[in-house]
């Protein structure tokens, strides 16, 4: 355009009405003198439009606008598709795109978790893009690392999974993890541009705060690792205050990175218009829609601009009122109906998200004790006792099986299957595609807190699982919930009379389970499968020795005997880790009577790592020496073999970098170092050092073609503005 000439664009976003209900708008828009004054007026409107449409709208501003410059829908739609570049880097864009969209999540089969998929499929409608988004987009650009840190409800897995997406439009390989950084690791292709993402890579509560032998330092290695590889993206979730009790616990995670790389995701931080614009969608796209638009949008503006404004609640709670109304059941085979209720002396609907931000535990409260059958809610319950794995719905059934048989009950599976049904959605998630394995996850977001409350204030539901439960996963999570394991004390009070009653029955079924395998769990490859009893008998037996102590009992010689000789026998089988947990056990306050059988272990365990096959079992066998006593010969034998295997792993980098130039070994070198620290030796690794230098030197001197995606560059970053804009939220909210 020439200088000086003003270019105008009309927006009018209607997008399921018709050209003669937006007809009046464009008329009273028309006679403004902005049409008159502007170089060039163009038309742009979300509703479709026929070409007799827009020949009347030309009428209608008196000839003064081209027909070519009045865009529907579908000229919109056909721009984006001509401009995919526009599209990529426009989130909401491209999750409405179904062949994009559709791409992504073939592409994520590498993800390998149907729950992630359907989330990510939900997101294309309620969607809003906030400053979390934009700020962690700075954090990936400057360190290559985020983790997005907020209480429970706030949007922080939200935002990760849009990043991800993003990431992933741009043409970054996703690899996540479920329980262990070791699994991203064992993922990680050298060359490749690779997105990590580890949602709530600490645990879902402070009791949860641990990570696995030697995991602290692994976590730390792998963000350096990724801070100096600009191939290399990772993102975590986690909750502040797990993330603080993690780190009273570990010392590496005080590591700068973890305050360098956090992005604060807080309700408290949305601006008014993101507020509004998220309960907006929330509504909007919900069959509640119909009965939402009967109240006042200010009273809408009045839940938007609560203190304790929470999206998770708001959606939950939206979600509840569905159901109570009978809005959540439609056909098949088409759409929900979006039908007004008939008026009635009920709260309205801001009234009720309103109480639900008052008093959150009141939102599934109401649900557990009136809204379901005593077979739905004790699903439910027996599913908190799972804690977050995912499992097989008949290791579920047994489950509750069991529970009912203690009380002379038989259930059958006819009937099982009929209340988890009507659970699946709302309450659970579960997967349908194989009917001989189908699983189901966690309890929906908001309902485990719920379920955790009503179990502490009826403590015989409680004693009802415990007692019958066949999963020593079961017992752990309640004993959880109680207080009884690791740092926490009993809450007292919470059960008066019935606290001494419920430790002994703690103890008795930790007894039972100790030697059980771990609950069965979906064929799905993302979810972990069945473990045996011994793989973390350190923990069974650390919780069971916690609740002899609160019970005053003594634990029997010919347990742990019996869980020696497993071990032993089994020895070859097991984890370094998971036998340096034992040990650990082992060596805390027990028994005198046991100390005969604990030395019988640890001959065993000295006998099966004296040989470490790579660094991280050098770096276990170092923790072991220190937990257990050892010779002076037998530690200066094992010096003098690290020795020679530190020289020989260094010595096989030197050959690999020597044969290629553009091997990644920094990693390897770093890990050497680190264990030898821990032996307190020193190894030369300066031939190694001088190679990796040398490379990198070459490296920046030749520079990378924009286009090679092996090259060290990440997504440049983009200034993502909110989507919600700047729209006065009661008019968004008459959009109703």
Known sequence: MASGDELVVQCKHHPLASY??????????????????????????????????????????????????????EDIAALVRRHPAVERATPKLWML??????????????????????ELTRLQRTFVETKFIAKARETI????????????????????????????????????????????????????????????????????????????????????????????????????????QAQQSYERLNHEIFDASRVSVKSEALSLHEKAHILYNQLYFSPLRGLARQSPSKDYVKVACHPKFNPRLTEAAISLLTRANGLHRHPRNGKPKDQPLPQSSSPTVPARLLEALERPEGLWDHVLRYQLTELQRDILLVRYSFGTIVVRVDELYKAVRSMYQLNGQHCLEVDLDAAISVLDGDLLHLNWEDRKN????????????????????????????????????QVRTLAGLCGYFVRNQPPGGVFSPRLV???????????????????????????????????????????????????????????IEDVINGVLVNVRKMRASHLLALAQTLRAAIPTNWRPTRTRFEHGLLKRMSNPRDVEEWSILRDIIDVVPVTDDFLRNMEDEFDEFAQFQIDEIVDQLQDDPNGD???????????????SRAVDTWEAEQLIEEQLQESDGKGFAPDDDAGPTRPPHRQYTPSAGNIDPVRLFDLL
């Open 20 to 73: 003669d209900e937006i007809k009046g708008g464009l008329a009273k828009e028309a006679k403004k003198p902005i049409v008159n004054e502007a170089s060039r007026y163009l038309l742009a409107t979300s509703a479709r439009l026929t070409r007799l449409n827009k020949k009347s709208i030309v009428d209608l501003y008196s000839k003064r606008i081209a027909e070519a410059d009045i865009l529907g829908r």
């Open 97 to 118: 795109s179904g062949s994009l969209l559709s791409s992504l999540l073939h592409h994520m089969e590498s993800l390998r978790s149907e729950n992630l998929r359907s």
């Open 141 to 244: 650009d400057e360190l290559g690392i985020c983790i997005l840190a907020g209480p429970p409800g706030v949007g922080k897995t939200t935002t990760a999974h849009i990043l991800l997406l993003q990431l992933m439009a741009e043409g970054w390989e996703p690899i996540t993890a479920v329980g262990d950084v070791r699994e991203l690791e064992a993922q990680i292709s050298t060359n490749a541009k690779q997105v990590l993402f580890f949602d709530d890579f600490l645990g879902q509560n402070s009791l949860d705060a641990k990570l696995k032998v030697g995991g602290d330092s692994e976590l730390v290695r792998l963000l350096r690792l990724v801070e100096a590889d600009p191939r290399k993206i990772f993102i975590m979730t986690t909750r502040d205050y797990v993330l603080r």
């Open 438 to 473: 189908f699983a189901v996850a966690g309890l929906n977001p908001g309902l485990a807190d719920a379920v955790g409350d009503f179990l502490l204030r009826y403590p015989d539901q409680l004693q009802g699982i415990v007692r019958s439960a066949p999963f020593y996963e």
């Open 501 to 559: 009653e419920l430790e002994q029955d703690m103890l008795k079924g930790v007894e039972r389970t100790l030697f059980t395998a771990g609950a069965l769990t979906s064929s799905l490859p993302l979810i972990r499968p069945r473990y045996e009893w011994y793989e973390i008998i350190g923990e069974r037996l650390k919780l069971y020795l916690a609740l002899c102590g609160l019970t005053g009992q003594t634990p029997p010689q010919q347990m």
């Open 665 to 679: 070994e920094e990693a390897s070198i770093d890990e050497i170092k680190a264990v030898a620290t821990q032996w």
